[in-house]
């Protein structure tokens, strides 16, 4: 019987899971935009480095800080990582025999009615001691492929942590530069407002000296009326975009506020090849590829589970009814033997179990090349939004320009006589709206170059 267990020892370093290598990453040859470009695979540990800081604002840097330190939703990331890896030692664990010591005092009295029974109706005192070995050989690589899941779980529960990080940080930054945008359009509305205000003085002075007719004063009033009050709603939004703030450095509304900013003249430049392996350190991609990890190990878990499993035992103690005797050799007690497991029927359980760890598999496969997909269009659609609108804003400030120098005509116009002043009015609403148009394609600027670091998974 004994040697019945020996060729199971030579079985030890079996190990049914299916092989596993990190996929490749189905990223392109090359984007729409001109550029050298290579196949890349996940690489999250490459560092990042404070991303923000290509922006060149120190209130942008400190919202970061403060994020990083007092982000509730963060704060639970870590807090998962924490879970991951306790869960990670706890199955490393079983790869080493455990050892318990076990006490047991009981005093316990026997029934003295029960036929042929001897000894019955007595009280006796049974004192034990022992310490348990006990060791599950891993033939089929089991308890390995348990830890190797959970290490890649852990592992994928750390990417996410940085994936999170990375979307705080974008977030942060989206809502900044929008509220320096909305602040830019307020700005603007403010000193049309002042223009607006000595428009109306102009005509009411006119009027005065017989110049113009009231209708002059009425439009002139009728406009400055529509601008403020187009300047006031614009504080709803910044309102809500500071709000936002306040609540992504875990902070609230009544103890957050920012002055007034202004956007910078231009976003960072960017590169006009960007290096695909950036893609490499998107935390997304190697979150899917660590969790692609896992399941494979999970399924040679479940296959194991269909193979028959040993375990050692060995324990010794003293067991005695008298307490001055616990340490005579005549108490002695000990057990050694192998424990044999072997499924004989269960009904297709286990091989349902390894289909189920399977097909779990192909899911993550699935989304791990969909997480690729998503990584390049944000990629594309950056890259191609910020071509697009650096061409727009060349032209855009051409029409401004053009609008302010309507303006200067009408005016001359309207001060020779020669036009009513509706057509100054016109003017000045068409340069108005030319201006706001070029804010927010400067907003638009510095919100896709926020998004195409995100893509890029934090820096270029």
Known sequence: MRLSFVPLLFL??????????????QLPATFKTSGPWRTAKPSDHEPRGAWWSAFGDSR???????????????????????????????????LLPSVLLNQSDKRNRSSGSIAYSFAGGRTVTRLRTTLDLSYELDLWGKVKNTRAASDAAAQAEEANYRSALLSLQGEIALNYFALQA?????????????????????????????????????????EFAATQSEAIGLEKKRHELEHALALLIGRTPSDFSLPALSLPPHPPT???????????????IAAAEREMAALNAEVGVARAAMFPSVKL????????????????S??????????????VFDGGKNKAKVEAARARYDESAAKYRSTVLAAVRDVEDALSSIEVLQRQRAVQQQTVAAAQR??????????????AFFEVLDAQRTQLRAEQEATAIDGELMLNSVLLIKALGGGW
């Open 182 to 222: 909305q602040d830019e359009t307020i700005a603007l509305l403010q000193r049309t407002l002042a223009l607006r205000q000595k428009a109306v003085d102009l005509a009411k002075a006119r009027f005065k000296q017989g110049d113009t007719a009231q209708l002059d004063v009425a439009q002139a009033e009728t």
């Open 270 to 284: 960017v590169p006009r090849s960007v290096p695909s392996d950036l893609l490499e350190r998107r935390p997304d």
């Open 313 to 328: 035992g060995v324990g010794a103690g003293s067991e005695t009814s008298f307490i001055e005797k616990i340490v005579n």
């Open 60 to 94: 942008l840097s400190d919202l970061m800080k403060k994020a990083e330190a007092a982000n509730p939703d963060l704060e639970a990331a870590a807090h998962r990582v924490a879970a991951a890896k306790a869960v990670a030692r706890a199955d490393s664990a079983d």
């Open 330 to 343: 005549a108490s002695r007690v000990w057990g050694i033997g192998p424990e044999l497991q072997l499924p």
């Open 406 to 419: 309507t303006v200067e005509l009408a005016q001359k116009r309207y001060d020779a006589g020669l036009v």
């Open 12 to 25: 030890a370093a079996c190990n049914v899971a299916p092989p596993y290598s990190p996929p490749s990453a």
